[in-house]
């Protein structure tokens, strides 16, 4: 095959080349490693490529695959967002903090997806911190779209969503706090799943909102998301809030027809605020998954939706003021000089973190601070509790939820870079996901004047099966997952 055909394949496709012999491993890495080369230039999806780790990686899966070991991934090359931390390869958040900052161990879905065989072609940019709806909050430079590079990947796995629409990678890892895999896959018409809170171990995730944070796979179709989440997922005992429940294996989910499944469409997701386009998608979206045997419940209603932005920009900013405070300028990562220690601290902070990230530890610390705890935090916790309530009494009548992932087709560089809270609305489809600490996947859902539309499935705790099995559904009666951009 020509590297152009070969980094155009899926996952499964690939490993099925690879074990029957077809492709080598390195053959495949050094065709990513080509495109990387030919696009990156325009996408800017790598913070730092590994090519040399890659393509050692590589002969070291081609000589496990010669011994006649067998594996969905082995060998298959994938990047990784770059607040995940990799041994011996820098991790920099994107940020000017940890700008030269090389973890000395690796986090627990590394550990799993060596043992499955990883070729890792780079880190992926984001966000600084992975706060940002846009990928324009790195420290270093912003991601392109690839449909369109003068508009936004989405945030914060903008990079890893952008490398694998581009094909610089066969699948890629994010993190989601509160919509972070969800709205870049939509945005880039790839599929993302945000697993449920606890099924993948966050050991190794550089923290942002403990309690929000999660890492999951973004890949070109529903198969390949499948096959990573099973390699991924599992308990792990670093991880206090890992959950100790066997992994299925999700492959068997994928099944072409949705009869017996019961499908809600929450009003209060189909409000004021969403783009006409996205609103008729959604609803061609909707009489597909009817026609493949759904029951569609459009009286569903989740009535706390919308204090669900609120609930999160003062539950977020306090974890994060909490988890940033480790940023001192002493231990590791960037220190600025001061004639005092406390001098040296200020201006660690000042230098070391930028704008976004300064906006949110200064939300977080007042939210916080004493006389204003009782009014901010501890009703925003009780909110959070009213949502995942409400989000129980709903999946008594239905097996999932649909929704749009975003509100609106991907917008232009720049265009809400004045604006935090028009940033901040981008995500008010997926945000409450992660409040409730439930699953959401997105799936291409069709395009608006050549730009992606995701549709966003939601579940109830640990039941990715279903989601997959209906985003499968979906996605083989539908084309949009085939159609790739013009870079």
Same mark, same amino acid.
């Given at each position: ?128 911190? @992975?706060? /940002? #709806?846009? +990928?324009?909050? !790195?420290?270093?430079? *912003? ?5 369109? $590079?003068?508009?936004? =990947? ?17 699948? @890629?890892? /994010? #993190?989601? +706090?509160?919509? !972070?895999?969800?709205? *870049? ?5 790839? $599929?993302?799943?945000? =697993? ?19 890492? /999951? ?19 792990? =005992? ?250």
């Amino acid at each position: 095959m020509k590297p152009r055909e070969l980094v155009g394949l899926t996952a499964h496709q690939a490993a099925r080349l690879l074990a029957r012999r077809e492709v080598s491993a390195v053959e495949l890495t050094r065709a990513v490693l080509e495109r990387i080369g030919a696009v990156d230039g325009k996408v800017r999806a790598f913070v730092t490529a590994t090519p040399d780790l890659a393509l050692e990686q590589a002969r070291l899966a081609d000589e496990r695959l010669q011994a006649g070991e067998r594996g969905p991934l082995l060998g298959v090359p994938a990047a990784i967002k770059d607040v995940i931390c990799t041994k011996g390869v820098r991790t920099t958040c994107s940020s000017r903090m940890l700008e030269g900052f090389v973890p000395p161990y690796d986090a627990h879905v590394m550990n799993r997806l060596y043992q499955a065989g990883l070729v890792m072609v780079g880190k992926t940019n984001l966000d600084e911190f @992975a706060m /940002g #709806s846009s +990928t324009e909050n !790195s420290a270093f430079f *912003p991601t392109h779209n690839p449909w369109d $590079v003068t508009r936004v =990947p989405g945030g914060s796995s903008g990079g890893s969503a952008a490398a694998v629409a581009a094909d610089e990678c066969l699948y @890629a890892l /994010g #993190s989601d +706090t509160g919509g !972070s895999i969800r709205q *870049p896959a939509g945005f880039c018409s790839i $599929v993302g799943l945000k =697993p449920t809170y606890g099924r993948v171990s966050r050991y190794g995730l550089v923290a942002f909102a403990s309690s929000l944070d999660q890492i /999951g796979p973004m890949a070109k179709d529903v198969t390949d998301c499948a096959l990573v989440l099973g390699a991924i997922s599992g308990h792990d =005992p670093r991880d206090s809030t890992s959950a100790p429940n066997p992994v299925p294996d999700y492959t068997r989910a994928l099944v072409p027809d949705l009869r017996g499944l019961r499908l809600g469409v929450p009003r209060e997701y189909y409000a004021e605020g969403m783009q006409p386009e996205v609103r008729q998608a959604m609803e061609m979206a909707l009489t597909k998954l009817q026609e493949l045997g759904a029951t569609i419940d459009r009286e569903v209603s989740l009535p706390s939706t919308p204090h669900a932005l609120a609930v999160y920009y003062i539950l977020a900013p306090s974890e994060a003021s909490a988890n940033l405070a480790r940023y001192d300028g002493v231990k590791y990562g960037f220190s600025a000089p001061g004639e005092t220690m406390w001098e040296a601290m200020e201006h660690t902070k000042q230098f070391g973190f930028g704008p976004e990230v300064k906006r949110r530890i200064m939300l977080g610390t007042y939210a916080l601070s004493a006389g204003y705890y009782d009014a901010y935090y501890l009703k925003a916790q009780k909110v959070r509790t009213l949502i995942r309530r409400e989000f129980d009494q709903v999946f008594e009548r239905c097996d999932a939820l649909v929704t749009p992932t975003s509100p609106t087709v991907p917008f232009r560089l720049g265009e809400k870079a004045e604006s935090p809270l028009q940033m901040y609305l981008s995500d008010i489809y997926t945000i409450p996901v992660n409040i409730a600490g439930l699953p959401g996947l997105t799936v291409p859902a069709g395009f608006v004047e050549g730009l992606p539309v995701g549709l966003q499935l939601i579940g109830k705790p640990f039941s990715e099966e279903t989601l997959l099995r209906v985003g499968y559904a979906y996605e083989q009666a539908t084309a949009w997952h085939k159609r790739k951009p013009s870079l």
